[in-house]
Every structure is written in structure tokens, then in C-alpha cells.
């Protein structure tokens, strides 16, 4: 998917962050105003720690590709950490934009 999702916007020029959410709708608000255009829900989960699990595994294996914001060795410390989280169902998402692009992404 994550491929799939960077050949749709442009291989080379793809800027992209992997992440997850209990609401994918708010989350695109939030990457709208960093300029990122396009959002994939990539799996959906009623278990918290299986979509920290995806998150990580899908950072470790794309961190080191070219357009890639996440960091290295990240995954499931985010917001659905919180006491008063939404959700379940619980979203793993990848979120993009073209670097060419007249406004920065990310």
C-alpha cells in the first residue's frame, strides 16, 4: 500500500509520513495545514497495540526511503497512547504530498 501510495503521487518526488489515528478525518485537517495532499488508510484495527505493531513495521521498512518524514526506530508512541484516546476502530494511515509542490510538505 505504502508503494502503491507513492507511485500514485510520484516516485522521487513523493514526501510521505506513516502514522496511525482513531480518527483519519481529523488527522487529514491537521496534514492539510503542512501541506500534505493525499491520505491512504492503509488498515484499520480494534486492537491498539496490532496497529502499533503496523506502524512501526511499516516506518522501519520505508524510514531510510527517499521522501520518507518519518524517523528512524518510531512507531506507536503517538496520541492513541493517551489516557483519553478515541477509538476503537483505530487507523494505520499514510499521508503524502509532491515536493513540487509551490508549498513545502511537512
Not at 497512547?81 to 476503537?88: I, L, Q, S, T, V
Amino acid at each position: 500500500q505504502v508503494v502503491a501510495f507513492q507511485e500514485s503521487l510520484g516516485f522521487g518526488i513523493c514526501v510521505f509520513k506513516i502514522g496511525v489515528t482513531a480518527d483519519p478525518l481529523e488527522r487529514f485537517h491537521y496534514y492539510r495545514a503542512e501541506a500534505f495532499t493525499n491520505m491512504w488508510v492503509i488498515h484499520i484495527s480494534e486492537e491498539k497495540n496490532l496497529i502499533h505493531m503496523l506502524e512501526a513495521a511499516l516506518i522501519s521498512e520505508f524510514n531510510t526511503t527517499s521522501g520518507c518524514r518519518n524517523k528512524p526506530e518510531t512507531g506507536g508512541e503517538g496520541g492513541l497512547n493517551r489516557k483519553n484516546h478515541r477509538g476503537p476502530p483505530f487507523y494505520a494511515y499514510v499521508v503524502g504530498g509532491r515536493a513540487d509542490q509551490p508549498r513545502r510538505v511537512g
